[in-house]
């Protein structure tokens, strides 16, 4: 009943940019702290960035000062603005939100995007 859609992986080359997208959609009450996160083959999914509702952000320390993560909740969106891309950051990224989706509900569930691929390389 909740889905949520990413858009924005693809190709390109080391140092430069890439804007990915993220919508939540379905039977939401509210919507959380959203974030994302990102896996290599052969690696643990590991946090990327993640926002509070209030904007709060937290980076991982490899991303911090090249990465951008913001929301409109208006929307229901969280974007992730990469730049100054390396190959090392070539994963799957995924979408997380803490969505409501009932009242009087004191802790949200956890809902994941199915993936879009980001490869960094000449």
């Known amino acids: 009943q909740v889905q949520l859609v990413e858009s924005g992986g693809g190709l390109v080359q080391p140092g430069g940019s890439l804007r990915l997208s993220c919508t939540a959609s379905g039977r939401i009450l509210r919507v959380g702290a959203m974030g994302w996160y990102r896996q290599s083959p052969g690696t643990q999914r590991e946090l990327v960035a993640t926002?509070?509702?209030?904007?709060?952000?937290n980076y991982f320390d490899s991303v911090r000062g090249r990465f951008d993560i913001s929301r409109d909740n208006a929307k229901r969106t969280v974007y992730l603005q990469m730049n100054s891309l390396k190959p090392e950051d070539t994963a799957v990224y995924y979408c997380n939100a803490r969505i409501f989706t009932r009242l009087f509900e004191k802790n949200p569930d956890d809902y994941w995007g199915q993936g879009t691929q980001v490869t960094v390389s000449v």
């Open positions: 926002i509070t509702s209030d904007g709060d952000t």
